[in-house]
Nanobody, 120 residues
Framework: VQLQASGGGLVQAGGSLRLSCAAS????????MGWFRQAPGKEHEFVGA????????YYADSGKGRFTISRDNAKNTVYPQMNSLKPEDTAVYYC??????????????WGQGTLVTVSS
């Protein structure tokens, strides 16, 4: 599965941004999708995930109440909506795909990152 993330950019603190991750595979609906980020000088961090059908999601504490992940299986695309952005949300955001579901699982396919910069 090839994944293409997009939608990053510069936004002011308190603003919103919607990222996208498009998959090349027709079996997209059989993959749970996760989002991760890596800020400069920091480790890779889990952001959130959505199940195959989209009926289940979970988020890291850093994004709860601010981030919402949805998906459109007809378009092979997953969308994290990020609201009330903070400067500490500045990072390169990555999407990933897995056939399993749960916390601390292995993701099999990764997209290239898209940079989100939040100015104060």
């Amino acid at each position: 599965v090839q994944l293409q993330a997009s939608g990053g950019g510069l936004v002011q603190a308190g603003g919103s941004l919607r990222l996208s991750c498009a998959a090349s595979d027709r079996t997209f609906s059989s993959y749970a999708m996760g989002w991760f980020r890596q800020a400069p000088g920091k480790e890779h961090e889990f952001v959130g995930a959505i199940s195959w059908s989209g009926d289940s999601t979970y988020y890291a504490d850093s994004g709860k109440g601010r981030f919402t992940i949805s998906r459109d299986n007809a378009k092979n695309t997953v969308y994290p909506q990020m609201n009330s952005l903070k400067p500490e949300d500045t990072a390169v955001y990555y999407c990933a795909a897995t056939r399993t579901w749960g916390l601390d699982i292995k993701y099999d396919y990764w997209g290239q990152g898209t940079l989100v910069t939040v100015s104060s």
